[in-house]
C-alpha cells in the first residue's frame, strides 16, 4: 500500500480528523464446530474407511452346518488439505507518514478476513450438500444413498418448507437411520440447522407451549425433543434448512493441517513493511449419517 491510496488521510491530509473508522467490527461467532467433528492432521490427506458390521444370525436346524458372514470394506472418503493464504505490503514512507496508526495496525483485518474465509469454507460444505459435496458412495452429501449390503437409504427431505409437519418427518427418518447392513442404529438428531430467514420459525416451533400449526391446544411435543437450534449467517439457501447429530465423525469432520499463523519481515531492499497469514484445512462428509438435510421451496 502507498501513500497516494490514502490521500485525505496522508497526501492531503483533512483537517481536524475526529475520528477514523476503520473495518474492526464484531463478526458472527464460530458456529461451524457445532456441526462438523474438528481434528488435527499432520499428513498431507487423510483418508476415512468404513466396515461394515454383520447381517442378522439365521436359524440353524438340527445337524445342519452354521452359515457364515463377513465384515465389508465401506466406502471411503479423502480429505486434501487446501492451503489459503492473504498478505499486505505497506510502504516504509506510509508506515512512517501514518500518524493515526490507521494502516500499519494489519493484523485485525487480517485476522478478520481469515475467520470469515475459515466459515464460509466450512458452511460450504452444507451449502453444497445437495449437489458438488458428495460422501463415499459418490453420492451427495443429502441424497439417495446406497448400502454396503444392498438396499437404499435417502437422508434427503426433498423441497419441503419447515414447519411442525415437515420437522416430524426429518425427525423420523433420523429414527429410521439404519447401518450399511440395513439394521437400525441408534443416532438421534440434537440440532436443528437454518439460516436467519428461519430464526422466527424456529423459535416458534420449538419454544411454543402449544403446537404453533394449530388450534386445538395440542401439546408442543418438541418441547420434549431438546433440539438445540444453531443458526449461520453463511448458509446460502434461504429456505435450506437441517437436522444433525452430535458430530462424532460418522458426518462432517474439517482437518487442520495448519491452523491461521502469521508472519512479519521488512523487505530489505525498499524499507516496506510485509505481513502475511496462512492456514492449510480440509472438510467434507465422511458419511451421511448425522444429517439430513431439506430444502425450501
Same mark, same amino acid.
Given at each position: ?7 485525505? $488521510? ?10 477514523? $473508522? ?103 460444505? !452444507? ?34 418448507? $419447515? ?34 430467514? @428461519? ?5 416458534? !416451533? $420449538?419454544?411454543?407451549? @402449544? ?87
Amino acid at each position: 500500500m502507498m501513500r497516494d491510496q490514502f490521500t485525505n $488521510l496522508i497526501t492531503k491530509r483533512l483537517a481536524w480528523i475526529d475520528e477514523i $473508522l476503520d473495518a474492526n467490527m464484531d463478526l458472527p461467532s464460530l458456529t461451524y464446530p457445532e456441526v462438523f467433528d474438528v481434528r488435527d492432521s499432520t499428513h498431507a490427506f487423510e483418508n476415512v474407511l468404513e466396515m461394515t458390521g454383520l447381517g442378522l444370525f439365521g436359524e440353524k436346524s438340527e445337524g445342519d452346518t452354521v452359515s457364515y458372514d463377513k465384515i465389508l470394506e465401506g466406502f471411503h472418503k479423502k480429505f486434501t488439505h487446501k492451503t489459503y493464504a492473504k498478505a499486505m505490503n505497506i510502504s516504509m514512507e506510509a508506515a512512517d507518514d501514518d500518524i493515526d496508526g490507521a494502516i500499519k495496525d494489519v493484523m485485525p483485518p487480517l485476522g478478520m478476513s481469515a475467520r470469515s474465509s475459515i466459515s464460509v469454507f466450512a458452511w460450504n460444505i !452444507i451449502n453444497n450438500g445437495f449437489g458438488t459435496t458428495t460422501t463415499g458412495d459418490g453420492v451427495a452429501l443429502f441424497g439417495n444413498h446406497t448400502l454396503r449390503g444392498g438396499g437404499n437409504y435417502s437422508n434427503l427431505m426433498g423441497t419441503s418448507d $419447515l414447519s411442525v409437519s415437515t420437522l416430524e418427518t426429518a425427525l423420523n427418518k433420523f429414527d429410521d437411520m439404519v447401518d450399511e447392513r440395513g439394521l437400525p442404529v441408534e443416532i438421534s438428531a440434537s440440532k436443528i440447522v437454518f439460516p436467519t430467514n @428461519l430464526r422466527w420459525i424456529v423459535h416458534e !416451533i $420449538l419454544k411454543s407451549e @402449544l403446537r404453533s400449526d394449530t388450534a386445538n391446544n395440542a401439546t408442543n411435543a418438541f418441547s420434549q425433543v431438546n433440539l438445540s437450534p444453531v443458526m449461520s449467517k453463511y448458509l446460502s439457501g434461504d429456505d435450506d434448512w437441517f437436522l444433525c447429530a452430535q458430530p462424532r465423525g460418522r458426518g462432517l469432520i474439517l482437518y487442520w493441517r495448519k491452523e491461521p499463523y502469521s508472519d512479519h519481515t521488512i523487505d530489505f531492499d525498499t524499507g516496506n513493511l510485509k505481513t502475511k497469514m496462512v492456514f492449510r484445512v480440509s472438510a467434507g462428509a465422511a458419511t451421511w449419517r448425522e444429517w439430513v438435510g431439506a430444502q425450501g421451496a
